[in-house]
């Protein structure tokens, strides 16, 4: 491709700076508490809903190196007896949940193996914790399963296994083609691990292949993210997804900030990131494929779906597994102990492993799922108005009018559309629908 980037926009106050302003959830993280943790029990002893989805999501927390942007709950200094513990305690905890009544006779719509790195794990390991899994709950309906997997940890046998195992979409976190950059942002794999790991998994024939793109990384340029879409461009995944740097408060990169008292991160602005990631969608148009949400293209929409995103968005109830993992029963958000020590005590003990929950109420469970789709890039009010009895045309005027005005979005009463402008920064567009207590919380 030899399409030039669109000029800059005038130099504007959007430096990065330190915080969480990606949007995965509501209520924010923050306002989970211990305090609510017993309304989980109280789910877990009615009977199972009968059309309500669940999916089931297992955190592998291990990793061959912390990337220096990274925020999620990793360790790198695991030996293999720590980690076959922890294997069987995520197993042990599966059982438990399993057996309550709220569960009982379900079968998941969609798996999700996530990181850390879950291709850290050895053959026979994740052969056994899948078993475990299929045993405890059939995956007769399971609609996909995703594997998040580091390049350089993937090797023919395994590849051959995880497809054994019944991955329907394999993720890779790629993030950038450049081994310079690669290694400067503290990531552990290398441009000829990606090419090998991604032509193999090709030819093995994943049914879904995502790769991972971070617009905005340490010592990124411009001509450097041209190329990276050119060869991301070469490779044809099925999906691409992408993210804008963020500098959260637990990241190696936040820390060496504090240590020399800057306020602004050594990573690309907003506007810049913005522009970029508005490049990548235009050339990957170009080439046929579609955009899907404020972070991926894929080539069909009709064909390449992402079924634990849409159940996650949706409202769908998902079984958290693992040291830190998050998760959705019955209207109450749980997030399990972050510590591995204590959360491997707790599930060898046969007790919960939870740190924190969050009893949702209608008008939360409303606004949680209104947001979330509108990351998608659309909204029907009817679908609102059915499942919530709420006109969300009048409940969010103010908000959706200021949209409007900024050129972000477009109103009829089929259809909220989000326009390409609103999907770039749309992060930092959800923050005024949520209720005033809970705007404007970055922390995790």
């Known amino acids: 491709m030899t399409t030039d980037l669109p000029a800059a926009p005038p130099p504007a106050d959007d430096a990065t700076e330190a915080g969480n302003y990606f949007v995965s959830n509501y ?90 790195t879950p291709s850290y794990l050895s053959v026979l390991q994740l052969e056994e914790l899948t078993q475990h899994l299929k045993d405890g709950m059939s995956w007769d309906e399971v609609e996909e399963v995703t594997f998040e997997a580091e390049p350089g940890t993937l090797t023919e046998k395994k590849l051959d296994a995880i497809r054994a195992m019944g991955v329907t979409r394999l993720s890779l976190g790629i993030e950038n083609f450049d081994d310079h950059i690669l290694d400067i942002n503290g990531r552990a794999h290398r441009s000829a691990e990606v090419f090998r790991a991604y032509g193999y998994a090709r030819n093995i024939g994943f049914p879904q292949i995502n790769i ?74 170009a080439a046929g494929y579609e955009v899907s949400s404020a972070y991926t293209i894929v080539k069909k929409k009709e064909t390449t779906k992402f079924v634990y995103r849409d159940g996650l968005f949706g409202g769908a109830d998902l079984l958290p597994l693992g040291v830190a993992s998050f998760g959705h029963l019955g209207g109450i958000h749980i997030q399990n102990n972050a510590d591995i020590a204590a959360y491997c005590d707790a599930i060898e003990k046969g007790e919960h492993a939870v740190f924190r929950a969050y009893a949702t109420d209608p008008e939360e469970r409303l606004i949680r799922e209104f947001i979330l789709q509108l990351k998608l890039g659309s909204a029907s009010p009817a679908h609102y108005q059915k499942k919530f009895g709420v006109n969300v045309l009048e409940k969010f005027a103010p908000q959706l009018a200021s949209m409007v005005s900024e050129g972000f979005a477009s109103i009829s009463p089929e259809v909220i559309t989000i326009h390409r402008a609103g999907l770039l920064q749309i992060d930092r567009l959800l923050h005024p629908f949520f209720l005033p207590h809970h705007r404007f919380a970055r922390y995790t």
Request: glycine share 6%; hydrophobic share 35%; net charge positive.
């Open 212 to 285: 991972d793109l971070i617009a905005g990384m340490i010592e990124e340029t411009e001509d450097n993210w041209k190329r990276c879409v050119e060869k991301a461009l070469e490779l044809q995944p099925d999906c691409l997804t992408i993210y804008q740097m963020e500098v959260p408060y637990n990241t190696g990169i936040y820390k060496t900030m504090q240590a020399e008292g800057k306020l602004v991160a050594p990573v690309a602005n907003w506007p810049t990131k913005r522009r970029w990631v508005d490049y990548a969608f235009s050339q990957f148009e």
């Open 27 to 116: 209520p924010p993280f923050s306002f989970w508490q211990p305090e609510q943790i017993p309304a989980i029990a109280q789910v877990l002893d009615q009977p199972a809903p009968a059309d309500l989805p669940v999916g089931v999501y297992f955190h592998i927390p291990f990793c061959r190196k912390r990337c220096h942007f990274c925020y999620f709950r990793v360790y790198t200094d695991k030996g293999p007896d720590e980690i076959r513990r922890y294997v069987r305690a995520g197993m042990k905890e599966f059982g438990l949940y399993a057996k309550r009544n709220y569960l009982q006779g379900r079968k998941p719509k969609f798996v999700y193996f996530g990181g850390g």
